[in-house]
């Protein structure tokens, strides 16, 4: 995979909007074609981390959260976004023990990806947690999260029907089974 930069060249860069979890900023970029054009990105948007945690029975924790954008409940891994100073592990033992009450014993990388790279350069660090012990839940106040564990396949299936639509989860859960394939 080829992850050589491409020359786009920065011409002007104005900020549109600026708000302390976002900044929406314009570039002027001259394209290698000689064209000029402007393009709109996401800036200070933190990396972050998803979680997924798989018990001794082998099923998986499967959480539901209000998401307010789409008005309704969609399903989750546990995850959030990387505090400064933090490394994704930190980040994943904090958030696994604020959202769902879990302390992981370990932590396995299963790899990261770019949610939005058209848009913002932010990365999400998936981890797999296989122990953890229980510890009081503190979510924050915007959090309403719902918790359900379900074996692999039959979240397998609730994708295949389509009920789960959340991207980050998807992705996640492509590199979950992709390992699960190689081992």
């Known amino acids: 995979m080829n992850k050589k930069k491409q020359p786009w060249a920065l011409q002007n860069r104005r900020t549109l909007f600026e708000h302390p979890r ?25 990396d ?7 018990d001794n029975q082998e099923r998986v924790l499967l959480v539901r959260q209000y998401n307010h954008p789409p008005g309704r409940m969609v399903h989750e891994f546990p995850g959030g976004v990387i505090d400064a100073g933090e490394s994704p592990e930190q980040a994943a033992s904090r958030e696994l ?10 932590l396995e990388p299963l790899g990261d990806y770019l949610p939005n790279p058209r848009r913002t350069a932010m990365r999400c ?12 839940a503190k979510p924050e106040p915007e959090e309403f999260i719902m ?6 396949t ?10 789960i639509e959340n991207s980050n989860l998807l992705a996640a859960w492509l590199l979950f ?7």
């Open 177 to 183: 089974r992709l390992r699960s394939a190689n081992t």
């Open 154 to 163: 039959e979240l397998d299936s609730l994708i295949r029907a389509g009920d």
């Open 97 to 106: 023990v604020e959202e769902v009450g879990l302390y992981p014993l370990g």
């Open 147 to 152: 918790t359900r564990w379900l074996g692999v």
């Open 125 to 136: 660090h998936v981890f797999l947690a296989r122990d953890f012990e229980r510890r009081p």
């Open 22 to 46: 976002i900044t929406l900023t314009e570039d002027t970029v001259l394209l290698p074609s000689g064209q000029e054009t402007t393009w709109l990105r996401f800036e200070n948007l933190r």
């Open 48 to 54: 972050f981390v998803t979680v997924i945690c798989v």
